[in-house]
């Protein structure tokens, strides 16, 4: 194909961009080299040396937390304190578990035993209807928040034995 062409419509026209005039290419001039830089003065004699310091040196001699290190290496008396507060948030989660289903669990109960509470109404809408299909909701939110209340405290009790 003739680059001096081009197609429009399907039609070979001439490309007015590429018709043969005049045209001269540029002059590509070069450019003078840079001067030779200069080398940086050197100072007549070095600087003197600094000791940095990064930490106190009376914390060197403190101490290192038994517990602390108990826990690192894993031995049997960092597994007992872990063990503890394992313990400790289980039986806040069963306990608060235990309440959640006698508080829930009566409700049908209460209802099968009681026929007249069942049939009670409030705004039109059975009593019962109410009762399980909208209380257990607000309740297990709150039981949610004390257990995670309840368990950030075990973790702070933990680590404030750890620190101290």
């Known amino acids: 194909m003739n680059e001096d ?21 540029a002059q590509v001039e070069s450019i003078p080299p840079a001067p030779p830089a200069e080398p940086a003065p050197q100072p007549a004699k070095p600087p003197k040396r600094q000791r940095v310091v990064l930490a106190d040196p009376r914390s060197r001699s403190r101490p290192v937390l038994r517990a602390r290190v108990e826990l690192e ?16 948030q289980l039986r806040t989660a069963v306990l608060l578990g235990l ?9 049908p109960l209460a209802f099968y035993f009681s026929p007249t509470f069942a049939q009670l109404k409030v705004i039109g809408i059975p ?17 949610g928040l004390v257990h995670n209340r309840l368990a950030e405290a075990h973790e702070r009790e933990f680590v404030d034995l750890i620190d101290n």
């Open 5 to 25: 062409f081009r197609f429009a419509g399907g039609f070979g026209e001439r490309d007015p961009a590429l018709q043969k005039s005049g045209h001269v290419p």
């Open 73 to 88: 290496e894993q031995t049997s008396w960092g597994e007992a304190l872990i063990k503890d507060l394992v313990k400790r």
């Open 99 to 107: 309440v959640m289903l006698v508080l829930l669990g009566s409700l």
């Open 127 to 143: 009593l019962a209807w109410l009762l399980l299909g909208v209380l257990p909701f607000p309740l297990l939110l709150v039981a």
